[in-house]
């Protein structure tokens, strides 16, 4: 009879599957949650509007109300289709599903998020990534030589970039767009925090394609995310989507909230003054070197991160140790931007952690 160790595959054997800590009682500053809740206002009217949610019926399956409030709410470009998935993790895991011939590559460049390595092996696509140079700023050269070499199916980039925090230059990327002879995905999971967009080059160039999320606006529990490109792509990668993978409360939210969407961008904005401040207070404390952000947290390094992170969590914040994930993170921490109590908790939180 099988066992474990005869049936599973062996590269589902060898991972460790994804880390979500218990953050009960503790100050919650380690996955770039938007701190605030729903404006009261608009909480009240989703009551009324989900309490009429035909939950007997299964939702949608094109979601068409909630692809056009997109599209009102946000420029995608008008030759481009939208794909949604229940969260953008979800919408990697179907490219790379969709390109998964025997010994495809999906690349990245890293320190990064990690799902794209995650996702790779899920698939069965062989993962290879080319490092940030040590600023975090892409090794342009590097990328288009790993282009050459390993002929990617798919390659992701995030910008701004998870954990680092900074977004890679446009024109970086622009060069990189013309060189990939797969696809390129640039995920734009922090967009909102920053100050550039990407959507037009996927109308621009055949093979971009660009993916956001609504998880870092303050819907992390709706999960929802969407793609963007050109109609011949994404209807192949449709194909593979589960057809009822946004559940009718999520569309139905989500319409509704689009339609509000200076509210979810007003929150956005408070978030980045926010990260000023806690940036400036964080690079005074003691031995922290703060690295400059355009997401909605901030990555730093001290000496003993991983006691400092100790230290933290024994005073009741928690934050995220990545200073074991890549050797350019040798020593560093990611902080969510959280409301002003949160982050003052954690500077004071952390300035004891230091003095002992
Ligand atoms: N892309 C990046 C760069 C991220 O950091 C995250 C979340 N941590 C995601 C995608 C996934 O977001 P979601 O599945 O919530 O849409």
């Given at each position: 009879m099988a066992t474990v160790q005869t049936l599973i595959r062996e590269e589902v054997l060898a991972l460790s599957a994804y880390q979500v800590p218990d953050a009960r009682g503790l100050v919650k500053l380690d996955a770039m949650e938007n701190p605030?809740?729903?404006?009261?206002?608009?909480?009240?009217?989703?009551?009324?509007?989900?309490?009429?949610?035909?939950?007997?019926?299964?939702?949608?399956?094109?979601?068409?109300?909630?692809?056009?409030?997109?599209?009102?709410?946000?420029?995608?470009?008008?030759?481009?289709?939208?794909?949604?998935?229940?969260?953008?993790?979800?919408?990697?895991?179907?490219?790379?599903?969709?390109?998964?011939?025997p010994g495809a590559v999906l690349a990245s460049v890293e320190p990064t998020f990690v799902m794209f390595r995650m996702i790779a092996t899920f698939t069965g696509l062989r993962h290879v990534a080319?490092?940030?140079?040590?600023?975090?700023?892409?090794?342009?050269?590097a990328v288009l030589a790993l282009l050459e070499r390993e002929r990617p199916a798919l390659l992701f980039l995030a910008t701004p970039n998870n954990p680092t925090g900074n977004a890679f230059a446009r024109a970086?990327?622009?060069?990189?767009?013309?060189?990939?002879p797969g696809l390129l995905v640039i995920d734009e999971a922090y967009y909102a925090f920053?100050?550039?967009?990407?959507?037009?080059?996927?109308?621009?160039?055949?093979?971009?394609?660009?993916?956001?999320?609504?998880?870092?606006?303050?819907?992390?529990?709706?999960?929802?995310?969407?793609?963007?490109?050109?109609?011949?792509?994404?209807?192949q990668v449709d194909?593979?989507?589960?057809?009822?993978?946004?559940?009718?409360?999520?569309?139905?939210c989500a319409t509704r909230l689009l339609e509000?969407?200076?509210?979810?961008?007003?929150?956005?904005?408070?978030?980045?003054?926010?990260?000023?401040?806690?940036?400036r207070e964080l690079a005074e404390v003691r031995g922290v070197e703060v690295f400059a952000s355009e997401a909605n947290f901030l990555l730093f390094r001290i000496a003993g991160a991983a006691a400092v992170f100790?230290?933290?969590?024994?005073?009741?914040?928690?934050?995220?140790?990545?200073?074991?994930?890549?050797?350019?993170l040798a020593d560093c921490l990611r902080v969510t931007v959280g409301t002003r109590a949160e982050n003052t908790r954690f500077l004071a939180a952390l300035r004891e952690t230091v003095a002992v």
């Open positions: 605030y809740p729903l404006p009261a206002a608009l909480a009240e009217e989703l009551g009324h509007l989900l309490a009429r949610a035909p939950v007997n019926r299964y939702p949608d399956a094109d979601a068409k109300a909630l692809k056009a409030a997109i599209r009102r709410a946000l420029p995608v470009p008008g030759d481009c289709d939208i794909l949604l998935g229940n969260g953008s993790d979800e919408i990697i895991q179907l490219l790379a599903l969709a390109v998964a011939k080319c490092s940030l140079r040590s600023d975090f700023t892409l090794d342009v050269e970086d990327i622009e060069r990189i767009a013309r060189a990939v920053g100050d550039t967009s990407h959507l037009d080059l996927a109308g621009l160039a055949p093979n971009v394609l660009v993916m956001r999320t609504f998880s870092k606006l303050g819907l992390a529990g709706l999960r929802l995310g969407f793609l963007v490109g050109p109609k011949h792509w994404l209807e194909k593979l989507r589960l057809p009822y993978n946004v559940n009718v409360l999520t569309q139905r509000s969407y200076d509210q979810l961008a007003a929150q956005a904005e408070a978030i980045r003054v926010e990260r000023g401040e806690l940036e100790d230290g933290l969590v024994a005073r009741g914040v928690l934050i995220k140790n990545v200073s074991r994930a890549h050797s350019l």
